[in-house]
């Protein structure tokens, strides 16, 4: 390998030195003909006569010539200089059969590259933090409760440190909202609780300033903060004078350390991270010396020598420790168990099978695209078929020829791949706006070297799999009859042309599929009305709010915002419907009157507490019962609230009203009513059982404010930040969004991925299309003899025209035939992104077969109107 690389090297020197190579070599031949012909002067011949022999003695000036530059590797540089210089000027002699190529290629090389860079970015890029290969995030498990993943409480994670034998550190972290005061108006900040190795683990150094040391954690030390670089940079202006400055948060002064440089955002998009030791929960006794308080995840390094597969049972072992200690807090019922997954499939986790599916449908619309510019070479290999038989006949070699077409199909798919990189840089803000919800690696993508050599890699193999297989169709004179090699191509183009279809209509089918999908999940009802409905995420102080002052800020606030002329009415709840910053509140509930067996589980509830008008403020309807009321305060019997799936799941077929349940406090809590599914969270999952409770009864810090208005109630919004702030100055308004921008956002990813889908498809099937006229013109083009006869002896143009129609429709049918196959094994995988859909849905596989015969009819037909534009005379005196 190095020898054929320094001897490439070498060519490719002696290729720049030519000039002085050529010369040197005439002064040496120079040298040595006039010594040969001194020699025979002295002999006694005439210096004609000894010129004359000293030639025929060295052999020839041209033939020495040609063996030193074969020696030195330059008659095959020369070949290829030659093909190439030759190939660019066929090209520009033929500037339409180019732009069609370098077109079709483009839009192929750069689908492949744009969708390429998101995939590298997320999946394929190692993590930018020291040895990120060795990075685990560990999950406690507990299949029995049916969640997928349960956080750690303080002591679970302190035995972790204390039992592990494989991991070098762990770190804790979670997150929690605060008001940050000293930057101007009150700001809520969501900041990143971590323990001091957090970005040991990690690897990670601070842009600016320092990390956080053990100190910052111990009792009593100074509060600090660490900036993340985008807040830094959008909130401060990248102001390198941030380290050692002030600010007030939860009540302490927190002085800035340092800035954490660009890095993905994981687990959340926090602005700012302090230690653990300034969270008012994380620092509690209380709270520390509870085992089943959990709250945090857990974040690991593997030892060096150590594999993933020895993590996982070191944790299996420490989980088993943990439930014969403790059988009480780890029933066998639940199947608690810590589990460990590299850091770096966790960040890809939802990204990774929606980008790859898209790459893999943009490699079938590459393979289209090669397939058609197959067929367009193959075409106009057949028109230059006379000049390929004269070279051969004048001694160039069948692979000298063929290394000739190569290098003319290798400069075409170059220029496409040049358009194609272009294409992809205009595409790819949208395709990072898209990744940017599915991973928090979405700020690494860009088209940075290993993608622009992906792209040059694909242009040199579509430049050889779209000119290879023409130019091995052709043969030599020799070797092939004209009548053969005709129909060995039409055989090839054929064949071309029903592969492109095939592939199309495979490609129909999924992005109809994701289409249909798209379109039963507009059409979910979320259980409630969002027209003309407003919330805003108001998160009172740690502080200076405990539940009194809560009670007492919700029913004034409430009290004035309903005062006012534009609000129809109002209410304070947990979540809005379909915000993105919502997240369930789960837990286990008992219900009065069922016993549950020892060792059983518990029904788990949603829980959200709400004001009175909750419901008649968003829209959700009253089925039972009644609903919340001002009179249901701190000081009346509990009272909750059921929707629909929580009444059928805990007392099926029976009436709830007057029925009890209660949480993990004991408390039970009278169910007064009962309110229709509300799809909180998102529109493709069922709703879960939620269980309402009025909010002056369970009072919380962080609740919407939900206003319906009278008209639009995007220019209230001033007016309610100044009626908040009338409250309390000190108080952060964020999230503020309508319920129908809410509702357009959560179907914001599935729109953008079937529009992707639907792009790739309508692609494919244009250059489909494009591939079967061309094929059927050249086919008549072939035939205009034949078709001329045919109309001198009395053929009607409607006859030429549906034998032609015929033969598209054939094709087309083939194509179909090959595409509904191909779909029916291979839409399967595609179960997991659609929505109350099937992958082998008949109605989608009707349409997208009467779309793909409808299309390929319009293309036949351009075919049709050609054959019957053909003057008989003309095609006869032309024979």
């Known amino acids: 390998m190095l020898r054929r690389l320094r001897l490439a090297v070498a060519r490719v020197s002696s290729l720049l030195e030519r000039g002085r190579f050529e010369s040197d070599l005439d002064d040496e031949l120079r040298f040595h003909l006039e010594m040969e012909t001194e020699k025979n002067l002295k002999l006694g011949m005439r210096f004609e006569e000894a010129r004359a022999c000293a030639v025929r003695s060295f052999g020839g000036v041209v033939r020495v010539k040609d063996e030193v530059r074969s020696l030195r590797g330059y008659d095959r540089l020369d070949a290829l200089w030659q093909d190439l210089r030759y190939g660019a000027r066929a090209l520009l002699q033929s500037p339409g059969f180019a732009g069609a190529v370098v077109l079709t290629l483009g839009l192929g090389i750069g689908a492949n590259t744009a969708i390429f860079s998101v995939v590298y970015g997320i999946i394929v890029k190692p993590l930018p933090y020291g040895a990120g290969g060795r990075l685990v995030a560990l999950d406690r498990r507990a299949p029995g409760l049916k969640l997928d993943s349960l956080p750690f409480s303080v002591r679970e994670i302190d035995e972790l440190r204390e039992k592990s034998n494989t991991l ?29 190795s957090y970005f040991e683990v990690l690897s990670v150094t601070p842009l600016l300033g320092r990390g956080f040391v053990p100190a910052d954690e111990s009792p009593g030390a100074e509060p600090v903060l660490l900036l993340t670089h985008d807040y830094w940079r959008e909130r401060h202006a990248s102001d390198p004078e941030v380290v050692g400055r002030l600010f007030e948060m939860n009540d302490r002064v927190h002085r800035v350390v340092g800035v954490l440089p660009p890095l993905p955002r994981y687990p959340d998009e926090n602005d700012v991270f302090m230690p653990i030791s300034a969270c008012p929960f994380r620092s509690n006794e209380n709270f520390v010396a509870d085992r089943m308080d959990r709250m945090m995840s857990v974040l690991a390094r593997m030892k060096s020598n150590v594999t993933l597969a020895e993590v996982r049972r070191d944790l299996a072992a420490i989980a088993a420790e943990q439930r014969r200690a403790n059988p009480l807090a780890y029933p066998d019922s639940r199947g608690h168990a810590i589990e460990a997954r590299l850091l770096k499939d966790e960040l890809t986790l939802r990204a990774r099978p929606t980008f790859l599916l898209l790459l893999a449908t943009a490699g079938f619309v590459l393979l289209i695209a ?28 069948r692979g000298r020829i063929v290394c000739q077409l190569l290098a003319e199909s290798t400069m075409l798919s170059l220029a496409g791949g040049a358009l194609g990189v272009v294409l992809a840089w205009l595409g790819l803000d949208l395709l990072v706006g898209f990744a940017s919800r599915l991973s928090p690696r979405a700020s690494e993508i860009g088209l940075d070297g290993n993608v622009l050599s992906f792209a040059l890699a694909l242009s040199f193999a579509t430049g050889a799999a779209s000119g290879v297989l023409p130019a091995l169709a052709i043969r030599p004179p020799r070797q092939d009859r004209s009548s053969t090699t005709v129909h060995r191509a039409r055989t090839l183009r054929a064949i071309l042309v029903v592969a492109e279809l095939a592939l199309s209509l495979t490609l129909l089918v999924g992005a109809g599929l994701m289409l249909r999908s ?27 709010y405990d539940r009194d002052r809560i009670r007492d800020f919700h029913r004034s606030l409430l009290d004035r915002v309903s005062e006012h002329a534009g609000v129809v009415s109002v209410a304070v709840g947990r979540t809005v419907p379909l915000d993105s910053t919502g997240e369930p ?177 309508a692609l494919a099937l244009l250059i489909a299309a494009f591939g079967l006229s061309g094929t ?90 050609r054959a019957t534009a053909i003057d008989p005379l003309t095609a006869l005196r032309a024979d």
């Open 776 to 865: 059927l013109m050249l086919e008549v083009s072939a035939r205009t003899h034949e078709l001329g006869v045919r109309l001198a002896l009395g053929a009607s143009p409607l006859r030429i025209q549906v034998m032609v129609l015929r033969e598209g429709i054939v094709l087309a049918v083939a194509g179909l035939s090959l595409g509904l196959g191909s779909s029916l094994i291979s839409m399967r995988r595609l179960q997991e992104f659609l929505f109350e859909v099937e992958p082998h849905d008949p109605l989608t596989l009707a349409t997208v077969s009467i779309l793909m015969l409808g299309v390929a009819a319009i293309a036949s037909s351009w075919a049709a109107r």
């Open 585 to 761: 509140a789960t837990t286990l509930v008992n219900v009065e009157g069922c016993r549950h067996d020892r060792g059983g589980v518990e029904p788990m509830v949603d829980v959200h507490s709400v004001s009175e008008g909750y419901f008649e403020t968003i829209g959700a309807p009253l089925v039972l019962g009644r609903g919340f009321s001002r009179d249901d305060d701190n000081t009346a019997p509990l009272v909750a609230i059921l929707n629909l799936t929580a009444a059928r799941r805990l007392w099926p077929g029976e009436d709830p009203l007057g029925r009890r349940v209660s949480g993990p406090d004991g408390l039970w809590h009278t169910v007064v009513g009962v309110v229709g599914d509300i799809r909180h969270y998102d529109l493709d999952t069922d709703p879960s059982s939620s269980v309402y409770v009025p909010i002056a009864q369970a009072p919380l810090r962080v609740a919407n404010l939900v206003v319906r208005a009278k008209t639009d109630p995007r220019p209230l919004v001033e007016e309610l930040k100044g009626i908040v702030h009338s409250l309390d100055p000190g108080q952060a308004v964020s999230h503020i969004q309508t319920l129908e921008e809410a509702r357009h956002q959560d179907l914001t990813p599935p729109k953008l991925m079937s529009s992707l889908l639907a792009l790739f498809a």
């Open 518 to 544: 798209l379109a039963s999940l507009e059409r979910v009802d979320a259980g409630y009305r969002p027209q003309r409905v407003l919330g805003m995420l108001l998160d009172l102080d740690w502080s200076r």
């Open 370 to 397: 090669c397939a058609n510019v197959a067929n367009i070479h193959l075409s106009r290999l057949l028109r230059r078929k006379a000049e390929l038989d004269l070279r051969s006949a004048i001694g160039a070699s």
């Open 168 to 196: 070098a550190s762990i770190a804790e972290y979670h997150t929690m909202p605060f008001i940050l005061l000293g930057a101007g108006e009150p700001e809520r900040v969501q900041t990143g609780v971590v323990s001091a």
